[in-house]
């Protein structure tokens, strides 16, 4: 069973920064991609960001392109999501997912099959 660990999300202003990170419960070559969605209340869950882990290819959304940079250390099976320039929008709670995907470019939840916990973001104005 893969495990998948959240941390870093808390309180921030806007226009401040967070960083948040995943570490993997086995090696990451066991899963091709890895993504960070989010779930505002009362929303359904979106795509934020998505690496592949064999050779670092990134994908996002258009409304974080340039405030939020998605990486990844495969010696410590960690993916990591800074965030900055945030805005109170962002505000949600964020999931780390992982999927045998050949590309991070799948954006629907349902074709990742390992999820974190979730680590809540607020923003405030």
């Known amino acids: 069973q893969v495990q998948l660990v959240e941390s870093g999300g808390g309180l921030a202003q806007a226009g401040e920064s967070l960083r948040l990170s995943c570490a993997a419960s086995?090696?990451?070559?066991?899963?091709?991609?890895m993504g960070w969605f989010r779930q505002a209340p009362g929303k359904e869950r979106e795509f934020v960001a998505g690496?592949?882990?064999?050779?670092?290819?990134?994908h996002y959304t258009d409304f974080v392109k340039g405030r939020f940079t998605i990486s990844r250390d495969n010696a410590k099976n960690t993916v990591y999501m800074q965030m900055n320039s945030l805005k109170p929008e962002d505000t949600a709670v964020y999931y780390c997912?992982?999927?045998?995907?050949?590309?991070?470019?799948?954006?629907?939840?349902?074709?990742?099959?390992?999820w974190g916990q979730g680590t809540q973001v607020t923003v405030s104005s």
């Open positions: 690496i592949s882990w064999n050779n670092g290819i990134t």
């Open positions: 086995e090696r990451a070559s066991s899963f091709y991609a």
């Open positions: 997912a992982a999927g045998e995907l050949p590309n991070p470019y799948y954006t629907n939840y349902h074709r990742y099959q390992w």
